[in-house]
């Protein structure tokens, strides 16, 4: 499994997580002021409204791929932030 | 109502007659697609022209939730405060709890949201003042025309000295003894208080199955009266104000903001930020259901 991404987002949501999560527009509710760090390899990168989302897969310490989807803001507020149309690729 | 449709009428000369950031041809760029300026230091500040908004117009500096009031109208955000409860009527509080909104005190999760703006119908007026702002004026000798950068809708302002129409119960206005519909953004008059300051009315919106106020399910009706004022306290300051007026909601009017905004680059080629349902598909199938349970 590559590993050649390390992703730092204000908020990180992952599907696999037992916990209810919020989504669209989640800044506001769910969150906000947990920040993890995880490495994977990108999947996909969506750059569309409502929101940017990150698509990746997490190799676990048990050896297991755990597919994450990270959100973010609409392309507008990204943009802002540094991200761009072609930020990520598959294979990242 | 596209902005192509609208460019089509009004030529962007309007605008770089009007603003010294306009460059010649030999410096011509695409500058950042989201327009960010600097705060202006207090000896640069330049008075504001005479009876004029023209320009495209921005959160102030460090400023931009103010303009996106996703939790809510600016000057009474949706989070369980006291002092922002508002002063619903019955009528207006069965509304309220008839919404599921995706922000706010009462916020619920993405598959059961029933905002109309999930489904990309439009805002309407006054949620289009409460969501994402960055605006675009263009005026002539009659109107001014905002255009409003999320969704790429447009409105008009009627400046010629033409009266408010008639509010008609149920919704609607009268003109000349004729009714006419109701509109998603109303029916806008606009005088002149003073060189600075545009004094706006609007009446006729969408009824109250159609629009909310803003993105936590705050409702309004078709009684709904609009106010805004537009002040130019400088070349490069816009401030923003807005009262609302719905008996049938609201006890009592009440101001939802009161918002600065800076005067940006015109030559923005901003970016735009349509509602696309099938865009809106696909990020639900990726995350808004599964973060659903659903």
Redesign the interface.
Known sequence: MKIGLVIVFALV?G?STPV??????T???LYTQKLVTVKGVVKAW?W????C?L?FDVKGEDGQVVLW?A?TQ????A??EGYRANSFKPGD | MRFSSWLGLVGSALIFAQTPLAQSGSTATWPEPVPARRAIAEKDKKPAPRRSLVGMWGAMPGNRQATNQSSGVQLKPNNGKPENQLPYTSYGLELYKSHKPLEGADAVPPAATNDPRVRCEPLGLPRHNHYDLGIQIFQDEYKIAMLYQYDNQWRIIWTDGRPLPKLVDGGGVEINGQYREPRWFGYSVGTWVDDYTLDVQTVGTMPEQRVWLDNTGRPISDQLRIRETFRRLDFDTLEWSETIEDPKVYSRSWQTMKLPLMLQDPRTDVMTRYCSPSEVDAYNKAYGDPVSGK
């Open positions: 949501a599907l209810p999560l919020a989504a669209h527009h800044a506001s509710t969506l569309s409204n409502p929101h989302l698509t989807r959100e609409a392309p507008n507020t943009y802002t």
